[in-house]
């Protein structure tokens, strides 16, 4: 045996699921100085009193495990306008990923069946196989996307799913399944945990929040995120919403202190500012009205629906079009790796000021 064989076995080998899984990878590098249409966050950052909470920051927050009741306790009175809750039916994560992950950590086991929809957010699909769950896709229906309900509902009965993942609105289609709907599921199919991704809940307004009693309905789990709407992206902050056993049991696989203070004391301040995020998400809607009217009026394909993004088929192709813009200073994403939409971009829809230098570069580039 040579020397360098030697040295690669020299190593204990991953388990096989880990071997055999693709990294779930993103291309977030050099996005800094551009106009980033393609990872739908917050397009204009938080509010200022976020960056003036951060900068007043004690040396004894720094030094200190983070604390979280505060936080705890602030998102029950200020994050929803009318739900009152209960601080044990709140799980806080490291972004909306980390509660994702630790879902299937708590839930996922080997040979389990994992349903989602197809096509839809990434990253459930290496948390499924790294557990070594058997992943079930269901497609959304024709040119229009529409929630595959009929179809989602027999393969709930044929597998006997452990985890549904159901992201409402969709990433990347923007499909919306009504709270009312899903709560019938959940009510009916109680064997499986009916994951809620509500990350771009804001941007459409039929949170599953507004009529859920998680006594009632224990086997619904809610996530969502300041990522989307607060402009906290890079801080890393997300929520996992449930039953007080469920979320009990879910913060069982986390690490103590998996959330920063510099997260903690972000988010208290961009809760106290809640007009700021709400005139966002305002302002992303007007300009999601503005840039579907413009598209409205050509003969290019395109699909607007609930999120903060909508799609679109380029005339001249999407990896070009995604090239020549970032070029020219504006990110997009092309949705070659997702079936059924291969040829489309995705673009966030930030404010109309954006939304006007999208348009005249689009313009120039594929008309
Ligand atoms: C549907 C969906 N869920 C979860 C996430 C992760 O969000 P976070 O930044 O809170 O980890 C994203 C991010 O793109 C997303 O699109």
Known sequence: MSNSENINNSFPQPRKEIIKMN?????????????????????????????????KIK???????????????NLCLKYFDNKVMDINEIGIFNGADAAINAIFNTFGERGDTFLTTNPTFGYYF????????????CSYLGDSFSFPLKEFEEKIITFNPKLIFICN??????????????MRLANYYKNSLFVIDELYEKFYGDSI???????????IV?????SKTAGLAGLRIGFAFGNKKIINFINKVNGPYDINSFAVIATIAALDDKKYIDDYISK????????????????????????????LWPKKGSTYLEEKMRSKGILIRAMSNKKN??????????????????????KKIDL
């Open 23 to 55: 990294s779930y990878s993103a291309p977030l590098e050099n996005r800094r100085e551009l106009l980033r249409l393609d990872f739908n966050e917050n397009t204009i950052g938080p509010s200022p009193k976020v960056l003036e909470a951060m900068q």
């Open 59 to 73: 040396l004894n927050h720094i030094s200190i495990y983070p604390e979280y009741a505060f936080l705890k306790n």
């Open 126 to 137: 290496p948390c499924a196989e790294m557990r070594g769950m058997k992943i079930i896709k």
């Open 169 to 182: 609105p969709n990433n990347p289609t923007g499909t919306v399944l009504k709270a009312e709907e899903i």
């Open 209 to 219: 929040m507004k009529i859920i009693d998680f006594e009632k309905t224990k086997n």
């Open 222 to 226: 809610v996530i969502q995120s300041l």
């Open 284 to 311: 992303v809607k007007k300009a999601r009205f503005w840039i579907k009217s413009k598209f409205d009026t050509l003969n290019v394909r395109s699909h607007f629906s609930g999120g903060n993004y909508f799609l």
């Open 341 to 362: 939409i291969e040829k489309s971009v995705r673009i966030s829809i930030g404010t109309k000021e954006q939304m006007i230098l999208f348009w005249n570069l689009y």
